[in-house]
């Protein structure tokens, strides 16, 4: 009898290995950060002035959740540890979560790659005639509206560089003049100022196409892709309830 009993202990033991064997080919075991990799931050809270200091703590965590991570979509593991401290646990994602994240990492990049750099817009503004246009092309369609702007930016540097020239030696001659005049003793005031208003008269034209090709730059530079707020897009929010 005893011999009937043991024998049936041992078959419900291997058919119990069995159910077990087949649970873990269907669902394997979740492995714990210890084995699978993580992250793990301990923040201490001052609670010295409560009287309820694990409330407190489980107040805070609460709090916490609902900013960082409001729909729980962050896998975050969040305990309390003893009366003063929270451990915040992140568990390293799955071989598909990263790799998904790799490529989304990899796609963002290409799309930053895309921008148009102050070094690429100098070298655009400042290209021969016949050189700009292939450059244009390599980075940007020909007919967008970026295109557009580069090409208005390159006809403000030649108006520019042109508006320089001329005013070059008469612009010099009148500050060598300046100089003279104060250093002179005694200073003549209104020899100095008649010269200034030559000075001012003379880079008008300057003076007022400096703001236009800055502004038409940040304008360009504005159309560029930044990386933070396409994940701020991308971010999920659930407002407070």
């Known amino acids: 009898m005893k011999g009937k009993s043991l024998g049936l202990r041992f078959l419900a033991l291997a058919a119990l290995l069995v159910l077990a064997a087949l649970a873990l080919t269907t669902k394997p075991l979740k492995k714990g950060m210890d084995l699978e990799g ?3 931050l301990i923040f201490k809270v001052d609670t010295s002035n409560v009287s309820d200091a694990r409330g407190t ?3 805070v965590i609460e709090t916490l959740k609902k900013r960082i991570d409001p729909q729980g979509v962050m896998n975050l593991e969040w305990r309390p540890v003893g009366d003063d401290r929270i451990e915040v646990r992140m568990p390293v994602g799955s071989p598909v979560a990263r790799q998904a994240q790799l490529e989304f990492v990899n796609a963002l990049d290409a799309l930053a790659e895309q ?5 690429f817009i100098r070298q655009v503004a400042n290209a021969p005639a016949d050189q700009r246009e292939a450059m244009i092309a390599q980075r940007v369609d020909a007919d967008s509206p970026r295109a557009g702007l ?4 390159a006809s403000l540097q030649g108006t520019i560089e042109q508006e320089r020239a001329r005013i070059a030696e008469p612009l010099a001659a009148l500050r060598a003049e300046m100089r003279a005049l104060e250093e002179a003793v005694p200073v003549d005031p209104e020899a100095l100022a008649a010269r200034q208003t030559e000075i001012d008269r003379l880079t008008e034209t300057l003076d007022r196409l400096m703001p ?3 502004q038409k ?3 360009l530079r504005a159309t560029n892709l930044q990386t933070s707020r396409v994940m701020a897009v991308l971010r999920l929010y659930d407002p407070p309830k």
């Open 115 to 119: 921008n148009l750099t102050p070094a």
């Open 217 to 219: 730059v940040n304008d």
């Open 38 to 40: 993580g992250h793990s």
């Open 57 to 59: 703590i489980n107040a």
């Open 212 to 214: 236009q090709y800055r």
């Open 150 to 153: 580069l090409r208005e930016i």
